[in-house]
């Protein structure tokens, strides 16, 4: 793959905190590790040992101690640290390393001005609304729901919510009705709290009616909490309780309910775009363990750092990012338009803040590249020591922007995961070179392999991305799927005993990782598989191109099928021939004759998950036949409009193929 773009400094094992665990191997366990990939294959081999050593090395504060690491290995029905009882959020408010007059919590925003919680506020604001859900009846096993952005009482509500063994799920404020009464339903939350708007740029978006019609299609609600967060001098809806109230002050000392290792923590959602979402329960002590070991080992996060990643509450990644605390880290929210006034707004928001560590997509980062932004030309971004971007597969241009635009000491960390895992299982590690277009590993305790179509792994060949042994934050299940079914036939069905994830992926022989895109959106062109990222990273390279979504129609003969292109252009652009021939002239050049579609077409808007997902599975159904409604559940799609094109485009190929040739 491609140019080494960063190297670990000399010193990087007496300053990084993977550097300070290998020392502490040596010391308390006897281990020496040459490199990495040691370590590694350790981590993935010997579990019990890996993971036991983290929950020391971190020291996790447990109320009874756990009588082993792991039952029996095999998946799915793995049990971790079997008779532990601890508390997620206890864990998190520790902040080890961190004073009273410390600031932990650092939030800006587009709605008000930016708000600071030092750790000692942290903890007071903690306790007052964990007190108050107490006053509301919430005792362990009950849900909390939130309908409000990244802002700091929504991080509280999670970890009052978390103290109390009760059951915490957000959905972000721009979900319409329909997408969160699918995702709630299922869990019949108790209390709901909920803003009344928010600012968008310079657009205020009022909410209260989506409130609304969330409480009426909730039966199981007793309390409503509102938090007024547009219009500050706002009352909370009817019968329902101000955020001030919820959190008023009380002599009630703050304690932590301790729950088993694998008690419900948070439900987080797939993105619902065929059929429901499915609820997937993350517990308290998976998630700790895994996202102790990624934000420390792997991200080298500590109380000197400031770490922001640009997310809403809709996203796994904001479940991430405010673990970070249990490390000492410091969390920078966001919450608005990354794009207002222009793409530079974050880049500036990570000087102001001192950020040290920033988080985003790889989607942004093109989307800055195209811009022809030069991030360091407009902050100072001297505090900045790694960038991560995930969400989509990064290309090697990506990489090389970031180097040549924002600076060439950090480290830049593509990675991948999911919601099913609540993190990265390939991304960076401190001790590994960075190479354009490559995720540098298999991050520690992730056995990831590449399986080929008839099962077997491979290295250096495409291959279904699977995980052979189990993570700790696997989830412990979905919600309502007692017998584990669906469960089973989400991940297991495929291998049995093994993850399948999704994904397509190369593994090569230094362990680097490219994802080419979904195993289910695959491009399969005369028995070749073709990965739509890298296909998206040449249209959308060219300067005419703004988005694209490519689907490939298989042939019932077995031939080649077709490929079909769907692109959208630039402001006041029409596809013409010309810019078609451009096309494929830099598809084959780039990639290859088998990359060239059979037709190109324009349309306004690529249809994308509420996280910013491209659709290629829905719009090959429509493209099939499916009907809209059963292709793709709308509330899941944040411009469900745009699927309208693909369903017309559908119609009328139907009725050409239906029309008789002249003879």
């Given at each position: ?207 209260r009616g989506e409130v609304a019609a ?49 008690h419900p923590l948070y439900v987080l ?137 924002v600076g060439e000491r950090l480290q ?252």
């Open positions: 793959m491609g140019d080494v773009l960063w190297t670990p400094p000399a010193d990087v094992l007496q300053r990084s905190r993977i550097g300070n665990y290998l020392r502490w191997l040596r010391e308390h366990r006897g281990l020496d590790f040459a490199d990495y990939d040691e370590l590694w294959r350790w981590s993935v081999n010997d579990l019990a040992a890996f993971w036991r050593s983290v929950w020391d090395h971190f020291e996790v504060v447990a109320h009874t101690p756990p009588t082993a690491t792991l039952t029996d290995p095999a998946m799915p029905g793995t049990r971790w640290f079997p008779g532990a009882t601890l508390n997620y959020a206890e864990n998190v408010l520790r902040m080890p390393g961190r004073s009273d007059d410390d600031p932990v919590v650092i939030a800006h925003g587009q709605t008000r001005a930016p708000v600071t919680l030092t750790a000692a506020q942290l903890r007071e604001q903690v306790r007052r609304v964990a007190a108050g859900l107490r006053r509301l009846g919430v005792v362990a096993g009950d849900r909390v729901a939130a309908y409000a952005p990244n802002i700091p009482e929504t991080y509280v509500l999670l970890l009052a919510t978390s103290s109390l063994g009760a059951i915490f799920s957000s959905c972000a404020p721009e979900f319409g009705t329909r997408s969160v009464t699918d995702r709630w339903q299922q869990i019949e939350p108790k209390v709901l709290v909920a803003v009344d708007g928010y600012r968008y740029g310079d657009k205020p978006v009022d909410r969330i409480r009426a299609a909730l039966p199981s609600l007793e309390h409503t909490v509102g938090i007024a967060y547009l219009d500050p001098a706002g009352a909370p809806p009817d019968g329902a309780l101000g955020w001030d109230e919820l959190a008023a002050a009380t002599d009630e000392a703050l304690t932590f309910t301790p729950v088993p290792f694998d959602y797939s993105s619902g775009t065929t059929g429901l979402p499915k609820p997937i329960v993350h517990g308290h002590g998976g998630i700790l363990l895994e996202h102790l070991k990624m934000l420390a080992l792997h991200h080298d996060l500590g109380p000197a750092d400031r770490f922001f990643w640009f997310t809403t509450t809709g996203w796994m990644m904001w479940n991430f990012l405010v673990s970070a605390p249990a490390v000492g880290a410091t969390i920078v929210l966001f919450d608005g338009n990354p794009g207002h006034p222009d793409l530079g707004a974050l880049w500036r928001l990570a000087e102001e803040t001192q950020t040290t560590y920033f988080g985003t997509s790889a989607p942004f980062l093109l989307a800055c590249r195209k811009a022809g932004l030069v991030p360091r030309e407009i902050a100072d971004l001297s505090a900045l020591r790694g960038v991560g971007s995930t969400g989509a597969p990064l290309p090697a241009e990506g990489f090389t922007w970031v180097y040549e635009t830049l960390q593509s990675l991948s995961g999911g919601t099913d895992v609540c993190t990265g299982f390939v991304g960076g590690v401190p001790l590994l070179p960075v190479h354009a277009g490559e995720i540098t590993c298999r991050a520690l305790g992730a056995r990831v392999e590449a399986r080929s179509a008839d099962g077997t792994p491979v290295i250096g060949e495409l291959g279904e991305l699977v995980i052979t042994a189990p993570m700790p934050s696997m989830p412990v299940g979905f919600w309502n799927d007692p017998d584990g079914r669906r469960y089973r036939e989400a991940y297991f069905e495929v291998y049995p005993g093994v993850w399948r994830h999704g994904d397509w992926i190369t593994i090569n022989d230094r362990g680097g990782c490219v994802i080419t895109g979904r195993s289910d959106a695959t491009l399969n062109r005369g028995g070749v598989r073709l990965g739509t990222a890298e296909f998206y990273s040449v249209v959308e390279g060219l300067d005419e191109v703004v988005d694209s979504v490519v689907v490939h129609l298989e042939d019932d003969e077995g031939g080649a099928g077709e490929l079909l292109l769907f692109v959208v252009l630039a402001e006041g652009l029409e596809l013409d021939d010309a810019l078609r021939r451009k096309i494929c002239r830099e598809l084959r050049t780039a990639l290859s004759p088998r990359h060239v579609p059979d037709e190109i077409h324009q349309v306004r808007a690529v249809p994308r998950t509420l996280s910013a997902k491209k659709l290629e599975v829905p719009v090959k159904k429509i493209l099939t036949g499916t009907p809209v409604d059963s292709a793709a559940a709308k509330g899941a799609l944040a411009n469900p409009e745009s699927l309208t094109a693909f369903a017309t485009f559908a119609q009328r190929r139907a009725s050409d193929h239906d029309t008789p040739t002249p003879a």
